[in-house]
């Protein structure tokens, strides 16, 4: 899943001030958008892992789930993104996005369809951030942002002169996002033995990764690159 329209410096600064917004808004539109989040992470998972009838399932939810936002959305007010026309052109965007991908699941053409999905993430995110409104989905598209930037520059790094510098970075700011994942989750997740396993299996990713990066051994480093993206997918599909 990989998600290049994501910058890296402003995801760090939304990470750093974290702690001055609520994990969760108790307003009724972002919930429904949440709630609406989760067949769209099922879509996004189908899609990345090639299951086509399942792909086209998952999506068919996601748009039945969208359109119940919208017709919240008519129906009353919708602060924290009153008089925002970015609502309004994110709810057509979302839907154009879905319409999309349905036609590519259903012509077969699934990694396609899924960099289409990966669309929905930004959106969403960018409509959140314009209306200063935080939710545990933003800790984890950060922490993803910076994962798949390892990914695509690390094996790069390994043959690099300066290498084991650039990775001993990345390695720290992805164990300073995991710290997030687990201090930003909601009561409701923290409670869920299903969550702490998952997390827990993402964090030993990391602490390997840095592990290995304080050693300098370089088998031991692209090992562990090749082992965080899993623990990550498995805990954004149930909590992302």
Not at 67 to 86: C, E, F, G
Not at 127 to 142: C, E, F, G, K, P
Not at 201 to 220: E, H, I, Q
Request: proline fraction near 4%; charged fraction near 20%.
């Amino acid at each position: 899943m990989n998600i290049p329209r994501f910058r890296v410096l402003p995801l760090l600064a939304l990470a750093a001030g974290a702690c001055a917004w609520p994990v969760w808004a108790a307003d009724p539109v972002t919930d429904a958008l949440q709630k609406a989040y989760v067949p769209y992470r099922a879509a996004l998972f189908k899609t990345n892992a090639g299951q086509a009838g399942e792909s086209a399932d998952a999506l068919n939810q996601a748009q039945q789930a969208w359109a119940r936002v919208t017709q919240l959305v008519k129906s009353q007010s919708t602060v924290p993104y009153a008089n925002d026309a970015l609502l309004a052109r994110t709810l057509t965007g979302v839907e154009e996005h879905y319409a999309k991908a349905a036609q590519q699941v259903a012509a077969g053409q699934l990694p396609q369809a899924h960099d289409t999905l990966e669309g929905v993430r930004d959106l969403l995110s960018e409509l959140r951030r314009q209306n200063q409104v935080i939710v545990y989905s933003d800790h984890m598209n950060a922490y993803h942002a910076q994962m798949e930037h390892l990914l695509d520059e690390g094996p790069k790094w390994l043959k690099a002169d300066d290498g084991l510098q650039k990775l001993a970075a990345q390695a720290g700011v992805l164990n300073y996002l995991a710290g997030l994942l687990a201090s930003e989750a909601p009561a409701s997740a923290q409670s869920s033995a299903e969550f702490k396993e998952l997390l827990g299996a993402v964090t030993r990713s990391v602490a390997a990764l840095n592990t290995a990066v304080a050693a300098g051994d370089k088998t031991l480093i692209e090992k562990a690159i090749g082992q965080v993206k899993a623990p990550y997918s498995k805990l954004f599909v149930k909590f992302g």
